[in-house]
């Protein structure tokens, strides 16, 4: 579910002005956008240390964040603009090695 490449993918199916999310906001940074559009989930909330979605019928889950979604959501929020476009997004997620 938290796969660099299948959100790297994500993002390049967005025009590169798209908005895909916000900085500095755990309900809708672009991974939460990312998680609530390609699994139908009604709650996603992520944060640099977790990722915690609800599923109807399933319940609560909360994970650990993986490595790379860390740095990357580390490194979005450290930006200067509160709209993230797609383009912003994949910048970003380049620089993130892990």
């Keep these: 579910m938290l796969d660099k490449a299948e959100?790297?993918?994500w993002?390049?199916?967005h025009e590169?002005?798209?908005?895909v999310g916000l900085r500095a906001t755990s309900l809708s940074c672009p991974v939460a956008e990312w998680?609530?559009?390609t699994n139908a989930q009604s709650y996603t909330e992520v944060t640099?240390?977790?990722v915690l979605?609800?599923?109807?019928?399933l319940g609560l889950h909360t994970?650990?964040?993986p490595e790379w979604l860390m740095h990357f959501v580390n490194k979005?929020?450290?930006l200067n603009v509160r709209h993230i476009t797609a383009r912003r997004a994949l910048q970003v997620l380049e620089q993130v090695k892990a």
Excluded: N, Q
Aim: no cysteine.
């Design 7 to 9: 959100f790297k993918a």
């Design 11 to 13: 993002l390049e199916g």
């Design 16 to 19: 590169p002005s798209a908005r």
């Design 35 to 37: 998680i609530k559009e």
């Design 48 to 50: 640099s240390m977790t």
């Design 53 to 57: 979605w609800y599923s109807d019928g």
């Design 63 to 65: 994970v650990s964040s």
């Design 76 to 78: 979005l929020d450290a």
